[in-house]
C-alpha cells in the first residue's frame, strides 16, 4: 500500500483535519441548528453541508494559490490569520463560553453556517494548502485525498447520526470532548501562528 498511498502522510492529514473540524463537536451544533426540523430534512442537512465543505476544500487546494495571489495574500498572512482564529474558537470551547447559533426556519443552515465556516473554516482550508504545497509524489497526493475524503465522511457519519451518538455520550461526555478538542485545538492554532512568524522572518510572507 505504501507505493500507492503515503501511510504516515495520510494519518498526519486525517489526525489533523479531523481535529480542526471536529466530527464529534459538530454534533451539538449540527442538533441545535436543525432543531424543530423532520428528520429527512436533518438528513438532508448532513450530506448538504459536508458536500458544500468538501467542495470548499478541494477548490483551496486546487485554487488556493491563485487565489492568494491574485489577493496579493501570502500564504503565511492566510496561516497566521486563520490561527488567531482558531485560537478564538478553541479559548471559547476551553472556557465554555461558545455560542452557538440559532437557526432560521426558513434559512439552508447546510450551506452557511455549518458547510462554512463551521467545517470549513480558515484552519482546514490553511492545512488542506500546505499539505497540498508539499506534495512531491503520486503516494503523496492519494494520501492528502484520501485524507481529506476521510475526514468528510467521518463528518457525514457524526452529524447523520448526531441523536444516537448524543445518547451514547450524553452531555457530559459532549462537555469533556468539547474541552479536548479546545486543547488541540488551541495547540494547533498555536503553532499555525508561530510557523507563520518563522515565515515571516525568513522572507517568505
Same mark, same amino acid.
Given at each position: 500500500?505504501?507505493? !500507492? !498511498? =503515503?501511510?504516515?502522510?495520510?494519518?498526519?492529514?486525517?489526525?489533523? *483535519?479531523?481535529?480542526?473540524?471536529?466530527?464529534?463537536?459538530?454534533?451539538?451544533?449540527?442538533?441545535?441548528? +436543525?432543531?424543530?426540523?423532520?428528520?429527512?430534512?436533518?438528513? @438532508?442537512?448532513?450530506?448538504?453541508?459536508?458536500? %458544500?465543505?468538501?467542495?470548499?476544500? +478541494?477548490?483551496?487546494?486546487?485554487?488556493?494559490?491563485?487565489?492568494?495571489?491574485? *489577493?496579493?495574500?501570502?500564504?503565511?498572512? &492566510?496561516?497566521?490569520?486563520?490561527?488567531?482564529?482558531?485560537?478564538?474558537?478553541?479559548?471559547?470551547?476551553? +472556557?465554555?463560553?461558545?455560542?452557538?447559533?440559532?437557526?432560521?426556519?426558513?434559512?439552508? $443552515?447546510?450551506? %452557511?453556517?455549518?458547510?462554512?465556516? &463551521?467545517?470549513?473554516?480558515?484552519?482546514?482550508? !490553511?492545512?488542506?494548502?500546505?499539505?497540498?504545497?508539499?506534495? =512531491?509524489?503520486?503516494?503523496?497526493?492519494?494520501?492528502?485525498? $484520501?485524507?481529506?475524503?476521510?475526514?468528510?465522511?467521518? *463528518?457525514?457519519?457524526?452529524?447523520?447520526?448526531?441523536?444516537?451518538?448524543?445518547?451514547?455520550?450524553? =452531555?457530559?461526555? $459532549?462537555?469533556?470532548?468539547? @474541552?479536548?478538542?479546545?486543547? *488541540?485545538?488551541?495547540?494547533?492554532? %498555536?503553532?499555525?501562528?508561530?510557523?507563520?512568524? @518563522?515565515?515571516?522572518?525568513?522572507?517568505?510572507?
Amino acid at each position: 500500500m505504501s507505493s !500507492v !498511498v =503515503d501511510g504516515v502522510l495520510l494519518v498526519e492529514v486525517f489526525v489533523t *483535519l479531523f481535529v480542526i473540524m471536529d466530527p464529534v463537536g459538530t454534533v451539538p451544533i449540527f442538533l441545535t441548528l +436543525t432543531s424543530g426540523r423532520s428528520p429527512a430534512t436533518s438528513r @438532508r442537512y448532513a450530506w448538504q453541508a459536508v458536500a %458544500v465543505s468538501f467542495l470548499v476544500i +478541494t477548490a483551496f487546494a486546487f485554487f488556493g494559490q491563485q487565489i492568494l495571489s491574485y *489577493l496579493h495574500i501570502s500564504l503565511p498572512a &492566510l496561516q497566521c490569520a486563520g490561527g488567531l482564529l482558531l485560537l478564538l474558537v478553541a479559548l471559547e470551547l476551553l +472556557t465554555g463560553n461558545e455560542q452557538e447559533p440559532k437557526a432560521n426556519q426558513d434559512a439552508n $443552515v447546510a450551506l %452557511v453556517p455549518l458547510g462554512t465556516p &463551521l467545517l470549513a473554516g480558515p484552519g482546514a482550508i !490553511v492545512a488542506t494548502m500546505l499539505f497540498v504545497e508539499g506534495i =512531491d509524489s503520486g503516494p503523496e497526493l492519494s494520501a492528502v485525498a $484520501v485524507g481529506i475524503v476521510g475526514v468528510h465522511v467521518a *463528518l457525514w457519519a457524526a452529524m447523520r447520526y448526531s441523536l444516537p451518538i448524543l445518547k451514547v455520550i450524553r =452531555d457530559g461526555g $459532549v462537555m469533556l470532548v468539547t @474541552r479536548i478538542a479546545g486543547l *488541540l485545538l488551541s495547540a494547533i492554532a %498555536v503553532q499555525l501562528v508561530a510557523d507563520a512568524v @518563522r515565515a515571516f522572518i525568513a522572507g517568505e510572507g
